[in-house]
């Protein structure tokens, strides 16, 4: 480690000065106007947004899609860890590469096709309709159960990814250890599988729960105007209204958010470690 | 059941919900028929075909490429001192610095395009082209830091001394010997900071004037005015191109050592 | 082969389409302490793993104090093991670890506590119970995986290779220290090692195994002074060894007329120790010669390839380099009938 400060300040100011100026400054500013309404400092801009029934709604869902997002993924993401991490070495980098997949596809594709999916003529209806569990089609396209899955679909890999390292950290043999002393599945997976890949879970859950929150595609299109969240709110309040004030307000809530789930994360993981003496 | 199956079937299902909307989309796009289904009417290209016909996609995707390639050479451009920086120095400042140029990935991109748009745009009077970037140049930035962060931390720092004393002067050390090593490294970032910028919506939401849209929102537009297979193909085709682009940085490059 | 406490029979084990124990058969005693012997990849953690159930066994039967167990899950079968990294709970403390098993069968605190507190007197670890296992040294750590099992009171317990991880002078102590804990609980138990010291100073019995297959079963006096083939023979410091065709003893690199003193068929083995160096019919060339203390140690290049040689240190040295007369007495030939070499 060298020390010479005016070296590494030149080397890395243009980046933080860029980022500064780019980000930090414009969105500062930004966060700080629904503070100012009215030309002075109140929280009155907080007050008045959340006083209207259709934000509370708003609020409310964004915060229960992205908890039962998080949550699902992580039950499905711990049970598919454990099988990929179970693989030979060969296959579980091969199973590895198709769950990272997606991610570099884009995300308007990958929502897109949940259209053809879940559509009024899509799959799952002429499913329905062919199975006669229905005579007309069902609605799931622009209901929360669409969104539900179009961003279950989008962020569970990275909840995947997540566990899958922190299983392949997991002490050699302690799992069998766990089994010879007579731990069952579940207690396996209580006692040793969730302590020690607490901090994996940390990381996908934070990941999946501000991707959820954030998501502007696929509310947009699998929801549409009839479930809005917060993101799609914030442009629809922008665009249809000009209004910065709920926007700033939106932008901040987001923030909080994002900032306490990683919060709240990390300390259901490091409490309770230890046993007693 | 036998357990290898149960785990089987298991990473089957998970892969069948992750992958299965692509070869949907896949055979939505082959369909000879006017307007979105599946099982598709019929075989055909056509939609294929008709892609290339829109004119706004062809700006659009010109566009969107264009925004991809520089705003991240642009960004390795800046982000390569610092990863050198964070990585061999003590940094005055270091954690408020890594904040600074890690801020990017922490908040929401509607509400940076947003940002740019009040605040840079409308006063200053720069365009819409610019403006956007800017905002992708500083997305792609905390990728190519920590990717090429990564590399620089499994190459040993003392190589650079060796050159100094053989004769280096510093940055000739830089050039000859740090250089050659992070170069997979450098590439995986620009990469991953290509795919993150062209599938970027949120920051570009805000970001688009008459005739200056990226793909992916004019994708978006497009998909709520007509209900053809156009954008099925379109989407078909961008996953091919995102799919082979992976591939073969995994291939050439073992991409996964670095992200 | 039903007789044993613990019987294996026409135990077959499998990785996929790579078998690596093919029907195994193998009878253990109760109360004994047994050593599976042989280099690594013969299947003997594959056989152990299977014991303890961690590994389905493609075919055959495991059997434990008469109730077959072939089918039973791990969690049930009441084997202890000790794993060779240990395989302690990073997350719990070395109390928490010992009384992991306890708590599972829900047995009531206060019982979980004196029984654990009495296993780590045992082992030597009560003043350690509230560290983390990341604290102990090589051989504490292995001491508590011992004690994790122990108190559980297994019918059976299984060491993988027990010693390997751990320096020569703790090696030493926790030989003396499994031998004790095997007195005083009287557990049966059954460890796994490629090293063949380890075993002769430790097991009651040893199985020697060889790709996958169970090659010479006996006490160690017997396995150390009447190995039945080479590979034994080579695995107990038998050094030299020739096999015999029509009274010539026959090696890779040539053979020597010996007709009268060799067997027409089979091997004969010549410790180092036995060879004679200074005299006899044979002459071979001094490769490298070393010190070590009671003797020296000879390599010979001869007609019948490398020779190893130990004398005692008080003999004149031969220089390296130099031509030298020796020999392998007949009388100290050690015949190993199952074997062409």
């Known amino acids: 480690m060298r020390t010479n400060r005016a070296e590494a300040l030149a080397l890395v100011l243009p980046a933080a000065l860029f980022a500064t100026a780019i980000f930090l400054v414009p969105v500062g500013i930004l966060l700080s106007e629904a503070f100012r309404s009215g030309g002075t400092w109140s929280v009155d801009a907080y007050f008045e947004f959340f006083s209207q029934p259709l934000n509370q709604t708003v609020f409310f869902r964004t915060l229960k899609l992205g908890v039962l997002v998080t949550a699902v993924s992580a039950v499905i993401g711990y049970v598919a860890a454990f099988c990929i991490v179970g693989l030979e070495p060969r296959n579980r980098g091969r199973i590895f590469g198709l769950v990272v997949l997606p991610l570099m596809i884009s995300p308007v594709a990958r929502t897109y096709a949940w259209i053809v999916i879940l559509g009024r003529t899509g799959i799952v209806n002429q499913a329905i309709l062919g199975l006669g569990i229905s005579d007309t089609p069902v609605r799931i396209l622009f209901t929360e159960t669409a969104v539900f899955i179009g961003l279950l679909q989008l962020f569970m890999p990275l909840m995947i990814i997540s566990l899958v390292s922190a299983m392949e950290n997991l002490p050699r043999d302690a799992i069998s250890a766990a089994r010879v002393l007579g731990a069952n599945w579940l207690q396996v997976f209580l006692r040793v599988i969730l302590p020690l890949t607490r901090e994996g879970l940390v990381i996908g859950g934070t990941l999946v729960f501000t991707g959820s929150l954030t998501a502007y595609i696929t509310p947009a299109i699998l929801g549409g105007a009839k479930v809005l969240m917060l993101e799609t709110l914030l442009y629809q309040r922008v665009t249809v209204a000009n209004d910065f004030l709920s926007a700033s307000v939106i932008a901040m809530i987001l923030i909080v958010m994002s900032f306490s789930a990683n919060v709240l994360l990390k300390r259901v993981a490091t409490s309770r470690r230890g046993g007693t003496p | ?259 | 082969m039903s007789d044993g406490y613990v019987s294996l029979e026409a135990l077959t084990l499998a990785y996929g389409r790579s078998v690596a124990v093919d029907r195994l058969d193998l009878s253990i005693r109760r109360g004994e302490l047994l050593a599976l012997l042989g280099p690594s990849g013969c299947g003997k953690t594959t056989t152990m793993r299977a014991v303890a159930g961690l590994l389905e066994p493609r075919s055959g039967r495991i059997r434990i104090d008469g109730a077959d167990v072939t089918r039973t899950p791990p969690n049930r079968r009441n084997v202890g093991l000790v794993f060779q990294s240990y395989a302690l709970f990073p997350h719990l403390s070395v109390f928490e670890n010992a009384a992991f098993g306890l708590r599972l069968r829900r047995d009531s605190k206060s019982g979980v506590e004196s029984r654990t507190r009495a296993i780590l007197a045992t082992v030597g670890l009560e003043n350690l119970a509230g560290r983390n296992p990341s604290e102990l040294s090589g051989g504490q750590q292995q001491r508590l995986a011992l004690a994790r099992s122990l108190v559980m009171e297994p019918k059976l317990l299984l060491l993988d290779e027990p010693l390997s991880n751990l320096d020569a002078r703790l090696r030493l102590e926790m030989r003396t220290e499994l031998q004790r804990v095997q007195i005083e609980t009287g557990v049966t138990m059954v460890f796994v090692t490629h090293d063949q010291s380890e075993a002769l100073a430790l097991a009651d019995r040893i199985v020697v195994m060889r790709d996958g297959a169970v090659v010479q079963t006996g006490t160690p006096e017997e396995i150390y002074n009447r190995p039945r083939t080479a590979f034994v023979a080579d695995f107990v410091g038998f050094d030299n060894i020739f096999s015999c065709r029509e009274g010539m003893l026959v090696s890779d690199s040539g053979s020597v007329d010996r007709t009268g003193n060799v067997p027409d068929s089979g091997a004969l083995a010549w410790r180092p120790a036995d060879v004679v160096v200074g005299s006899g019919s044979l002459r071979g060339r001094v490769v490298a010669s070393s010190f070590a203390g009671q003797h020296r140690e000879y390599v010979l290049e001869s007609p019948l390839g490398r020779i190893k040689a130990q004398v005692p240190a008080g003999e004149p040295a031969h220089p390296i380099g130099g031509e030298v007369a020796f020999a392998l007495p007949p009388g100290k030939a050690h015949p190993l009938p199952d074997d062409g070499g």
Not at chain 2, 82 to 95: D, H, K, L, Q, S
Not at chain 2, 179 to 187: A, D, F, Q, S, Y
Not at chain 2, 225 to 236: E, G, H, I, N, R
């Open chain 2, 1 to 259: 059941m036998n357990r290898t199956w149960t785990s089987r079937l298991v990473i089957f299902l998970t892969l069948a919900f992750l992958i299965g909307p692509f070869f949907v989309i896949i055979a939505a796009a082959l369909s000879g028929g006017n307007s979105l289904a599946f099982p598709p009417q019929g075989f055909s290209l056509r939609w294929f075909i008709a892609v290339f016909e829109v004119k706004s996609f062809r700006a659009s995707f010109g566009l969107s490429m264009f925004l991809a390639v520089f705003g991240t050479l642009a960004a390795l451009l800046l982000g390569v001192p610092a990863a050198y920086a964070v990585t061999r120095y003590r940094i005055p400042f270091g954690e408020a610095v890594r904040m600074a140029v890690a801020a990017p990935i922490i908040v929401p991109g509607i509400i940076v395009g947003l940002a740019l748009l009040r605040y840079l745009v409308v006063p200053i009077g720069m365009t819409v082209t610019v403006a956007l970037f800017l905002a992708h140049t500083a997305l792609v930035l905390p990728y190519a830091v920590r990717v090429v962060a990564a590399s620089l931390e499994n190459l040993r720092p003392d190589i650079e001394e060796a050159a100094v004393l053989l004769g280096c002067t510093r940055f000739g050390a830089f050039r000859r010997t740090v250089l050659p090593n992070i170069r997979g490294g450098i590439l995986a970032a620009f990469i991953l900071g290509f795919v993150t910028s062209f599938n970027q919506v949120p920051v570009s939401l805000f970001l688009s004037g008459p005739g200056v849209r990226t793909l992916p929102i004019d994708m978006l537009a497009y998909i709520e005015m007509t209900y053809d297979p156009s954008v099925a193909a379109l989407s078909a085709l961008l996953a091919f191109l995102s799919i082979g682009i992976v591939f073969a940085a995994e291939r050439f490059l073992g991409l996964s050592r670095y992200v």
